[in-house]
C-alpha cells in the first residue's frame, strides 16, 4: 500500500486516525447527528443520519486521493470519537476540517488530532501548506487552529452553512510545515 494513502493510518499514544469503513458509519452518524457540531461546519447537514455518513464514506473512497484524505479519529477506550480531513480548494494548499462528538469535547483530542494529522500531511502528503477557516462564533476550533500552530492570515470570508441555512463570516488560518 502506498504511503501517502490514509488507508494507510496514523498511530499515536491511544489515538488512531484510519480510513472510515462501512461499520462506522451508524457511530459516526449518531454522534455526528447533533446541530452544535453541524453548525459549525460548512458542510456537515442537520440532521445527519446514517445514510449520509455512508454517502460520504463511499465519495472519499472514490476519491483522488491527491485532492482528499479523510480519517476516523479512534480512541483506543471510547472508539471512533470523530473525523477529520483535507480537500484541496483554492490554490495556497489543502484545507482542514474536523469534528469531535460531543461527549468527548474538552479532553485535547481534537488538538492531538490535527497535530497528528498535520504531520502526516507534511511528512507523508508532502504539503507545506494547510489553510483552515473558523466560524467567528467559534473560538474552540480557532483555539485549536492556533494550538496546532496555524495563525490568522486576517483575511474573513463569508462562507456557507449547509446546517446554518446561511453564510457567516469565517476568520481564515494558514500552517506551514
Ligand atoms: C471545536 C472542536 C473540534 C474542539 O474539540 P475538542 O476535542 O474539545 O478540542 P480540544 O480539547 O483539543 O481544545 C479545545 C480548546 O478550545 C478551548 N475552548 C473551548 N470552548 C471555548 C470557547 N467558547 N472560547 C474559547 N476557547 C474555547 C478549550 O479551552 C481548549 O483550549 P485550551 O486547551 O487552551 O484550554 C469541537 O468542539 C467540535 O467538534 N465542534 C463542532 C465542530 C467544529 O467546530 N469543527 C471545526 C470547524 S472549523
Not at 484524505?69 to 472508539?79: R, T
Not at 481534537?110 to 502526516?120: E, F, I, S, V, Y
Not at 473560538?139 to 457567516?168: C, D, H, M, N, W
Request: proline content about 5%; charged content about 25%; glycine content about 10%.
Amino acid at each position: 500500500m502506498d504511503d501517502s494513502d490514509p488507508l494507510s493510518g496514523i498511530r499515536l499514544d491511544g489515538l488512531a486516525l484510519r480510513a472510515p469503513c462501512a461499520a462506522d458509519a451508524g457511530r459516526i452518524a449518531d454522534l455526528a447527528n447533533d446541530y452544535e457540531i453541524a453548525k459549525m461546519t460548512t458542510n456537515l447537514p442537520f440532521p445527519y443520519r446514517r445514510q449520509d455518513a455512508e454517502a460520504f464514506f463511499a465519495r472519499m473512497e472514490a476519491a483522488d486521493r491527491a485532492r482528499e484524505a479523510v480519517f476516523v479519529i479512534e480512541d483506543a477506550a471510547a472508539g471512533p470519537v470523530g473525523m477529520i480531513g483535507f480537500h484541496v480548494s483554492g490554490t495556497l494548499g489543502p484545507e482542514i476540517g474536523y469534528w469531535i462528538g460531543r461527549p468527548f469535547w474538552g479532553r485535547g483530542l481534537a488538538t492531538r488530532a490535527a497535530g497528528a494529522a498535520l504531520a502526516w500531511a507534511s511528512q507523508t502528503w508532502r504539503r507545506k501548506v494547510v489553510v483552515s477557516g473558523h466560524f467567528a462564533d467559534n473560538p474552540a476550533s480557532g483555539r485549536v487552529l492556533e494550538k496546532a500552530g496555524f495563525l490568522y492570515t486576517g483575511e474573513i470570508q463569508r462562507r456557507r452553512s449547509v446546517a446554518r441555512g446561511a453564510v457567516a463570516p469565517t476568520r481564515m488560518m494558514v500552517w506551514l510545515a
